[in-house]
């Protein structure tokens, strides 16, 4: 059983920084690839960042140059750095991890981004 635990999200001024982390556990090597998607208000889910096994990384271009993408193999856990952040940035953001053809996705955190 693969169980994905995102933390980090909370209440930050536009301008401000956030960490999220996400741990995996449960059959997860460092070669299955990880990442963050987020759902705003009024909008599908869509993806922010990912990061293979390998460390190589993919951005949305509304992220690029403002979040960072990250991992720690060791402790199967992904990291997303977020700067500059915007309240258009507002929203539940997921992380996921891929097993074969199986996605697994946490519970979601919260962010929200006061103007």
């Known amino acids: 059983q693969v169980q994905v635990v995102e933390s980090g999200g909370g209440l930050v001024q536009a301008g401000g920084s956030l960490r999220l982390s996400c741990a995996a556990s449960?059959?997860?090597?460092?070669?299955?690839?990880m990442g963050w998607y987020r759902q705003v208000p009024g909008k599908q889910r869509e993806l922010v960042a990912g990061i293979s096994g390998g460390g190589r990384t993919n951005y949305a271009d509304f992220v690029k140059g403002r979040f960072t993408i990250s991992r720690d193999n060791a402790k199967n856990t992904v990291y997303l750095q977020m700067n500059s952040l915007k309240p258009e940035d507002t929203g539940v953001y997921y992380c996921?991890?891929?097993?074969?053809?199986?996605?697994?996705w946490g519970q979601g955190t919260q962010v929200t981004v006061s103007s």
């Open positions: 449960g059959s997860i090597f460092s070669i299955n690839p």
């Open positions: 996921f991890v891929d097993r074969g053809a199986m996605r697994y």
